[in-house]
C-alpha cells in the first residue's frame, strides 16, 4: 500500500533539545512538504521539497530544519531555536510541484517538557 | 496577511440537512482550489476541487461552488451525515511553493 509514513506519532522534547522527525513516502512523488498545525492557525508551509537536495523554505521556517538527500525521505529537525515548537506536525507530497493534490501524513504531535 | 479565509471557525448542522462551508480569497492568481477533511490526530485526506475555469464541480454528496467575481468559494454537503463531522480546511494553489490553506471550518453533524 502506498502512502507516507510520519514517526513518531507522538514525541516529547526537552526544552533546549534538537528532534527531528521523520517522513517517509513510496508514492514516488517528487515533490514534499512539511506543515504545521496549531489551534485557530491552520496549516503554516515550514518546508517544501520539489526535488531531490533541493528545498525551501516556507512561511514559518525558522527554528527548523530539513534534509532531502533521498526522494523517499524529508524529515524535519526542531532546532532548540525554535520558540515554540509544541504543534501537530504534517508531511505531504504531491506527484510534483505542479501537481495539485497532496497526500498527507498522519501527523506527529510534538510537545516541549 | 491571509490570502485564504474561512471566517467560520465551527458550524453546527443537523444530520439529513445541507451543510455549508464557505471560503474567501484575496490572491487572483489562484487557479485552483481543493477542499480537505480532517479527523483529530488524523492527517487531512482530499476530499473535492474545482478549477478556476469551472464554477461549479460535483461528486456524489459534495459540491463545490466557485465565484471568481466575488473571490468566493463554496462546499455543499447534502445530506449531511455524522461521520461528516471533521475540520475541513480550503486550500488554493498558484505559487510554486505549494498549497496556501485556510484557519479550516469545525463542522459538527447533530443528530
Known amino acids: 500500500d502506498g502512502g507516507i509514513t510520519q514517526s513518531p506519532k507522538y514525541l516529547f522534547r526537552k526544552e533546549g533539545q534538537n528532534v527531528t522527525l521523520s517522513c517517509e513516502q513510496n508514492l514516488n512523488h517528487d515533490a514534499m512538504y512539511w506543515y504545521r498545525q496549531d489551534p485557530g492557525q491552520g496549516l503554516r508551509l515550514i518546508y517544501y521539497?520539489?526535488?531531490?537536495?533541493?528545498?525551501q523554505k516556507g512561511d514559518i521556517a525558522e527554528g527548523y530544519s530539513v534534509s532531502r538527500e533521498k526522494k523517499e525521505s524529508f524529515p524535519l529537525t526542531v532546532t532548540s531555536a525554535q520558540k515554540n515548537p509544541t504543534a501537530f506536525y504534517l508531511c505531504?507530497?504531491?506527484?510534483?510541484?505542479?501537481?495539485?493534490?497532496?497526500?498527507f501524513g498522519s501527523g506527529t504531535r510534538l510537545t516541549v517538557v | 496577511d491571509q490570502q485564504v479565509k474561512q471566517n467560520s471557525p465551527s458550524l453546527s448542522v443537523q444530520e439529513g440537512r445541507i451543510s455549508i462551508l464557505n471560503c474567501d480569497y484575496t490572491?487572483?492568481?489562484?487557479?485552483?482550489f481543493l477542499w480537505y477533511k480532517k479527523y483529530p490526530a488524523e492527517g487531512p485526506t482530499f476530499l473535492i476541487s474545482?478549477?478556476?475555469?469551472?464554477d461549479k464541480n460535483e461528486d456524489g454528496r459534495f459540491t463545490v461552488f466557485l465565484n471568481k467575481s466575488a473571490k468566493h468559494l463554496s462546499l455543499h454537503i447534502v445530506p449531511s451525515q455524522p461521520g461528516d463531522s471533521a475540520v475541513y480546511f480550503c486550500a488554493a494553489r498558484g505559487g510554486a511553493d505549494g498549497l496556501t490553506f485556510g484557519k479550516g471550518t469545525h463542522l459538527i453533524i447533530q443528530p
Open positions: 505531504a507530497s504531491s506527484i510534483d510541484a505542479e501537481y495539485y493534490g497532496y497526500t
Open positions: 474545482i478549477s478556476s475555469i469551472k
Open positions: 490572491n487572483s492568481m489562484f487557479d485552483y
Open positions: 521539497s520539489q526535488i531531490v537536495n533541493d528545498f
